[in-house]
């Protein structure tokens, strides 16, 4: 059973930082897009970040413009493990953020509907 599970979440003040991990298993990730995606409440679901798949722990990275410069997306492909670092994070960062895998789906990275793993969400919240 595939399982992705985020940890890390919680409360920040603004201009504070927050780092969120998720840890993937049940089947192999090499070759699998990972991602973050996070929603806000009242909103839609919408993309952070993502990594693609290189033979070792790098990758290409993309991020969406609202987080760019402040949030920095790796992975480790030895342990299966995504991470997220939230440096400068703002109120406007406060969502539920959700760890995703697109394995042997083609498209663009920045769409959800490649994705066909997903955890269930952990929350973060940023005060001002």
């Known amino acids: 059973q595939v399982q992705l599970v985020e940890s890390g979440g919680g409360s920040a003040q603004a201009g504070g930082s927050l780092r969120l991990s998720c840890a993937a298993s049940?089947?192999?990730?090499?070759?699998?897009?990972m991602a973050w995606f996070r929603q806000a409440p009242g909103k839609d679901r919408e993309f952070v970040a993502a990594?693609?798949?290189?033979?070792?722990?790098?990758?290409?990275?993309h991020y969406a413009d609202s987080v760019k410069g402040r949030f920095a997306i790796s992975r480790n492909n030895a342990r299966n493990t995504l991470s997220l670092q939230m440096n400068t994070v703002s109120p406007e960062d406060t969502a539920i953020y959700y760890c995703?895998?697109?394995?042997?789906?083609?498209?663009?990275?920045?769409?959800?509907?490649?994705?066909?793993?997903w955890g269930q969400g952990t929350q973060v919240t940023v005060s001002s």
């Open positions: 995703a895998a697109s394995c042997d789906m083609p498209g663009s990275v920045y769409v959800q509907y490649i994705y066909n793993y």
């Open positions: 049940g089947r192999t990730f090499s070759g699998c897009v």
């Open positions: 990594v693609t798949w290189s033979g070792g722990s790098g990758g290409r990275t």
